[in-house]
C-alpha cells in the first residue's frame, strides 16, 4: 500500500456545529473493464459490491456506499433482456450488449462516486487511486476523445453570506494558478464543463463591498451562470439552501442536493505515476487556507483586480505567474 501524500488539512476543519467537515470524491477513469473496477475496488475498499441496474454498483463499506457506475446514462438504461420486446430482438440481446459493452467500455468513462468521507479519512482516496494506477487504470492523457476528470465536494465550514463569498472570491483569484497546476489536458479543454465565471459576474465578486445577502448571492452568479459547466459548480449549494429559487434558472434532475461546493477543474490523471489524489487536494487546501485569512485575501483580491488593468507588468506577466509568485511570498505553496 503507498504511504498517504495528504500534507496538508483547511484551517478549519469542523462545521460550526462541532462535526468534522467531510468531501466527496468523484473519480472518471477507464482501462479497466467494468467488473475488473469493480473486483479491485471492492477489494481495496473492504466492502461489499451490490449490483443496483446493468452499469452501476454499490460497494457498501464501513464508511458508507461507493458508487461505481458507467457514466452514461443511455447505456446504463439499455435493457435488450425486456419482455416487452420481440423474441427476436431478445436472442440477439447477449451479443449486442457484448458489443456494447465493448465499446462503452472504451470510449466512456467508468465513475467511481465516494460517500461524504470525514477529512480524516482521505487516505483512503490517495491509496486507492495510486493502487488502480497499478492495476492499469488510464486517464485523460491516454488518448484525444477521453476527458476525465477527478472532482471533489468538500464541505463548507458554514453556510453563511460571508463565508460562501471569501470562498468564491479565493477561487476566482486563483482559478488561473490552479487550471496551470493540474495541467488540463487537451482533451477536456475541448469540453464546456469546466468554464470559468462570467466576466461581469467575477468582476461584482471581487469588489471589496461585496457582501450580499443569501438570495442576493444567489441571483448574482444565477443571472450570468444558470449551468452546472463551470470550473466551481455551485447549483448542488444553491440546491440545499433554496431549492425552489434555484428552479426558477435552472431545473436539472442531475443536480444533487448538498451543502457543499462542487470542483470540477482537475483532470484525473491516473497513469501518470508522478500524478495522485494528493496532487489536486493539496492545491485545494491552498484555497482553503486563503479563504479563512481575510487579510491575505484582500490583499489578493486587490492585486488581482490591478491584473486586469493595461500596464507593462500585466502584458509581460501571467496571473498564473503572478499569483504563483504571491503564494510564495506569503507562505501558501
Known amino acids: 500500500m503507498s504511504s498517504s501524500k495528504l500534507s496538508n488539512m483547511p484551517v478549519s476543519t469542523q462545521t460550526t456545529g462541532g462535526n468534522e467537515r467531510k468531501v466527496g470524491v468523484e473519480i472518471e477513469l477507464s482501462g479497466l473493464s467494468y467488473d475488473a473496477l469493480i473486483d479491485h475496488a471492492s477489494r481495496l475498499l473492504g ?27 443511455p447505456i446504463k438504461d439499455l435493457n435488450l433482456a425486456d419482455e416487452g420486446l420481440p423474441t427476436s430482438i431478445r436472442e440477439l440481446a447477449s451479443h449486442a450488449m457484448d458489443a456494447i459493452d465493448f465499446a462503452a467500455e472504451k470510449i466512456v ?17 490517495e491509496t486507492l487511486v495510486d493502487e488502480l494506477r497499478d492495476l492499469g487504470a488510464l486517464g485523460s492523457r491516454e488518448a484525444i476523445y477521453f476527458a476525465f476528470g477527478l472532482q471533489l465536494n468538500p464541505e463548507l465550514p458554514d453556510l453563511e453570506p460571508g463565508t460562501i463569498v471569501r470562498y468564491l472570491q479565493a477561487f476566482a483569484a486563483l482559478y488561473d494558478w490552479l487550471k496551470s497546476r493540474h495541467q488540463i489536458d487537451i482533451s477536456r479543454k475541448f469540453t464546456t464543463y469546466i468554464e470559468p465565471w462570467s466576466a461581469k459576474y467575477t468582476e461584482k465578486l471581487m469588489q471589496d463591498s461585496y457582501a450580499p445577502d443569501l438570495k442576493g448571492l444567489m441571483k448574482d452568479y444565477l443571472d450570468s451562470n444558470p449551468t452546472r459547466n463551470r470550473a466551481l459548480d455551485l447549483l448542488p449549494l444553491f440546491a440545499h439552501l433554496d431549492a425552489d429559487y434555484l428552479a426558477e434558472y435552472v431545473q436539472d434532475p442531475r443536480i ?24 489536486v487536494w493539496n492545491d485545494w487546501v491552498v484555497l482553503e487556507k486563503l479563504a479563512n485569512n481575510a487579510q491575505d485575501l484582500a490583499a ?12 507593462f507588468h500585466n502584458l509581460t506577466h501571467s496571473w498564473a505567474d503572478t499569483t504563483q509568485q504571491w503564494l510564495q511570498e506569503h507562505g501558501y505553496v
Request: hydrophobic share 30%; proline share 10%.
Open 300 to 311: 489578493l483580491r486587490r492585486k488581482f483586480r490591478e491584473a486586469q488593468e493595461l500596464s
Open 47 to 73: 466492502g461489499k459490491p451490490e449490483l443496483r441496474s446493468r452499469y452501476v454498483t454499490s460497494i457498501k463499506t464501513e464508511d458508507g456506499d461507493y458508487t461505481i457506475e458507467l457514466d452514461s446514462d
Open 256 to 279: 444533487k442536493s448538498r451543502p457543499t461546493l462542487h470542483y470540477r477543474l482537475p483532470d484525473c490523471d491516473i497513469d501518470n505515476p508522478d500524478w495522485h489524489f494528493s496532487s
Open 109 to 125: 468513462p467508468l465513475e467511481i462516486v465516494g460517500p461524504p468521507l470525514p477529512l480524516s479519512k482521505l487516505h483512503i482516496m
